[in-house]
């Protein structure tokens, strides 16, 4: 069973960093697109980071260009979104999301991820 569980979110200060972790099971990474999303209340979802299923390079949101970085530990079987900078338009709920690997890209398409964790809040102050 496909398995995603996110933790790291909080309340934190605009300019601060927090570093989320998604510990995936039931699934290798070498056969699975894994990525990061966010939804804002009264926002679509929308795809933060992720890694491309044709080459492994990191994919960023404009908007975080700079800021955030997508890392995995295989061993480990988590992916990390690291957030610098943090700034109050970042507030949403991030999710993991993975994708089997089926001959197409999913990244940054969240309507190609079929599994999900349950979210993590992220909350940034002025």
């Known amino acids: 069973e496909v398995q995603l569980v996110e933790s790291g979110g909080g309340l934190v200060q605009a300019g601060g960093s927090l570093r989320l972790s998604c510990a995936a099971s039931g699934f290798s990474f070498d056969d699975y697109a894994i990525g990061w999303f966010r939804q804002a209340p009264g926002k679509e979802r929308e795809g933060v980071a992720c890694?491309?299923?044709?080459?492994?390079?990191?994919y960023l949101l404009d908007s975080v260009k700079g800021r955030f970085t997508i890392s995995s530990d295989n061993a480990k079987n988590t992916v990390y979104l690291q957030m610098n900078s943090l700034k109050p338009e970042d507030t949403a709920v991030y999710y993991c999301?993975?994708?089997?690997?089926?001959?197409?890209?999913?990244?940054?398409?969240?309507?190609?991820?079929?599994?999900w964790g349950q979210g993590t809040q992220v909350t940034v102050s002025s």
């Open positions: 999301a993975a994708d089997p690997f089926m001959g197409w890209d999913p990244c940054p398409d969240f309507e190609l991820y079929d599994y």
């Open positions: 890694f491309s299923s044709r080459d492994g390079s990191p």
